[in-house]
T-cell receptor, first 115, second 112 residues
Framework: NAGVTQTPKFRILKIGQSMTLQCTQDMNHNYMYWYRQDPGMGLKLIYYSVGAGITDKGEVPNGYNVSRSTTEDFPLRLELAAPSQTSVYFC??????????????FGEGSWLTVV | QKEVEQDPGPLSVPEGAIVSLNCTYSNSAFQYFMWYRQYSRKGPELLMYTYSSGNKEDGRFTAQVDKSSKYISLFIRDSQPSDSATYLCAITSGAGSYQLTFGKGTKLSVIP
């Protein structure tokens, strides 16, 4: 049981390049999330999905796009990378809504640097 | 005023000490309170979850919620070097909520 798996672990991008962070979970969770974590800051929600084909914006969605074609996969697309997107990105999943105490399981993180 | 305030530390204590980690929040609509532990270069993992005011104990960990003061705490008894990590409080507004509001995290080091 792998849980939440993210790739790549580390990546350096040049300004203006695009890339996709991959995320897959094998727990059959309906809910999936992308967070970013900047040094000394809390986690900020970028996008979330409540099921295949359904996505919605979180707190900091600008500069990102997502899709959810299957229950397992929730890729995050960065278009026209900017230095402000240098951060650690965490994919996460949960069986149901966080507000009912459902545990959110996080991936190991993807360290992205935009230069 | 930020929604969730958490002292970032760092906090350094000797092995065996009692550790107190705290968060304050401003939104009285917050109802569910969680503590996550994050080891270096890893994702956060859920440590404790509470709903009501009062204490909840799990082994060496006790989570405390005071809704009247909008104050939550995590106590670690008999701290161990393996407790060295960043501790994040996270709060959500209700059963229908999708979003967690995180504190910035407190970095704890337990010195052998």
């Amino acid at each position: 049981n792998a849980g939440v798996t993210q790739t790549p672990k580390f990546r350096i991008l040049k300004i203006g390049q695009s890339m996709t962070l991959q995320c897959t979970q094998d727990m059959n969770h309906n809910y999936m999330y992308w967070y970013r974590q900047d040094p000394g800051m809390g986690l900020k929600l970028i996008y979330y999905s409540v099921g295949a084909g359904i996505t919605d914006k979180g707190e900091v969605p600008n500069g990102y796009n997502v899709s959810r074609s299957t229950t397992e996969d929730f890729p995050l697309r960065l278009e026209l990378a900017a230095p402000s997107q240098t951060s650690v990105y965490f994919c996460a999943s949960s069986y149901s809504r966080t507000g009912t105490g459902n545990t959110i399981y996080f991936g190991e993180g993807s360290w992205l640097t935009v230069v | 005023q930020k929604e969730v305030e958490q002292d970032p530390g760092p906090l350094s204590v000797p092995e065996g000490a009692i550790v107190s980690l705290n968060c304050t929040y401003s939104n009285s609509a917050f109802q569910y309170f969680m503590w996550y532990r994050q080891y270096s270069r890893k994702g956060p993992e859920l440590l404790m979850y509470t709903y009501s005011s009062g204490n909840k104990e799990d082994g060496r960990f006790t989570a405390q919620v005071d809704k009247s003061s909008k104050y939550i705490s995590l106590f670690i008894r008999d701290s161990q070097p393996s407790d060295s990590a960043t501790y994040l409080c996270a709060i959500t507004s209700g059963a229908g909520s999708y979003q967690l509001t995180f504190g910035k995290g407190t970095k704890l080091s337990v010195i052998p």
